[in-house]
């Protein structure tokens, strides 16, 4: 999956960007079908001016629409933890409403042509 890692007014360690792309490629492993994905990093400022809070942005494409999750954490590590989770429960919901549409799909029997005989 492609994924676009960006980072609003700070520079970002590769080793991060590295992180994340490894976490976002183990959701492949529930749902295989992603087009691509954004993740926006911010830092957000907490009650002092020295503490900032790790804020991230998750927004992945598949077919039909997106999914997106939005987290805060003290590291950018938990925050894309926490965001992950998000995102799982996420798909198993757009799997289970895909699964009930087929299934629906299924269950509706043709209509039978109705023949008239001649006599």
Not at 1 to 14: E, G, R, T
Not at 61 to 87: N, Q
Request: aromatic letters at 6%; charged letters at 40%.
């Amino acid at each position: 999956m492609k994924i676009h890692v960006h980072a609003v007014h700070f520079d970002i360690d590769p080793k991060l960007v590295g992180f994340i792309q490894n976490k976002l490629n183990k959701l492949e492993t529930f749902y295989d079908k992603f087009i691509s994905g954004e993740v926006f990093l911010k830092l957000d400022k907490g009650d002092s001016n020295k503490v900032h809070k790790k804020h991230i942005e998750i927004k992945l494409s598949v077919p039909g629409g997106t999914i997106f999750a939005e987290e805060k954490g003290t590291t950018f590590e938990e925050a894309t933890d926490l965001a992950l989770e998000a995102l799982k429960s996420q798909i198993k919901k757009l799997k289970d409403k895909r699964t009930e549409v087929e299934h629906k799909k299924r269950e509706i029997p043709a209509e039978e042509e109705i023949v008239e005989d001649d006599l």
